[in-house]
């Protein structure tokens, strides 16, 4: 079954405690990129990535690195989470890395809530 | 940046009427257009997309969405709403000359009732 899987899907930490979510899709997807959700403000664009070893920054950034050393995974890396970090968080792919067609689309993962305390 | 706007933020119907859920974009060059839907406790899902040719779309559900460039918009519109449309809509926007960013509304929480 084609599919994004983000784990963990809840988790609570506390500030400063470094933290991963993983990312993985199963669909050979060249783009991938993730999102917050935050009441009001629907989703923000973090970070994308449209190849192995190529990411770019996306809407909100700051307090959050990526990496991307195979094309099925593109973990989320928290160094020193802060509360102000506390969201909803999506993965998401798609099959082409420099530019959409009619035929492509984004798939999404389940998410991920964060609670920072 | 771009920025999208979803002008309804709360919309509240009655089982058969019609919907339209209004989207506007800032961007002045080429753009995809997408509405996703995401149904409560679920993850995003593509409702319909626009990339060029027919302006009117039509997507799942009974869905449908109308480009008018002149006016930077998206309006998404269905004519006879069921319960089990109650969700979030989210209207997205990824303009090609900036890479493949991705732009979302803040959405519109839609409810029918029964």
């Known amino acids: 079954e084609a599919q994004v899987t983000q784990n963990p899907r809840y988790l609570i930490t506390v500030t400063g405690k470094k933290l991963t979510v993983t990312c993985s899709q199963n669909?050979?997807?060249?783009?991938m990129s993730w999102y917050r959700q935050d009441p009001g403000l629907g989703l923000r664009q973090i970070y994308y990535s449209m190849n192995v070893e190529v990411t770019d920054k996306g809407d909100v950034p700051e307090g959050y690195k990526v990496s991307r050393k195979e094309k099925r995974n593109f973990p989320l890396i928290l160094e020193s989470p802060s509360p102000n970090q506390t969201s909803l968080y999506f993965c998401?792919?798609?099959?082409?890395?420099?530019?959409?067609?009619?035929?492509?689309?984004?798939?999404f993962g389940p998410g991920t809530r964060l609670t920072v305390l | 940046a771009q920025s999208v706007s979803q002008h309804n933020h709360h919309v509240i119907l009655s089982e058969a009427a019609s919907l339209e859920l209004g989207c506007n974009y800032s961007?002045?060059?080429?753009?995809?257009l997408f509405w996703y839907v995401q149904y409560p406790g679920q993850h995003l899902q593509l409702l319909l997309k626009?990339?060029?040719?027919?302006?009117l779309v039509k997507g799942i559900k009974g869905f449908e969405a109308e480009f008018i460039k002149s006016k930077f918009s998206f309006n998404l519109r269905k004519p006879s709403v069921q319960w089990s449309d109650t969700a979030e809509y989210f209207c997205a926007v990824n303009a090609w000359n900036t890479g493949n960013q991705f732009y979302f509304g803040t959405g519109t929480s839609l409810t029918v009732i029964p």
């Open positions: 626009y990339f060029s040719g027919d302006p």
């Open positions: 998401a792919s798609s099959f082409f890395g420099t530019t959409f067609d009619s035929t492509d689309t984004q798939y």
């Open positions: 961007y002045g060059g080429t753009v995809n």
């Open positions: 669909m050979n997807h060249e783009y």
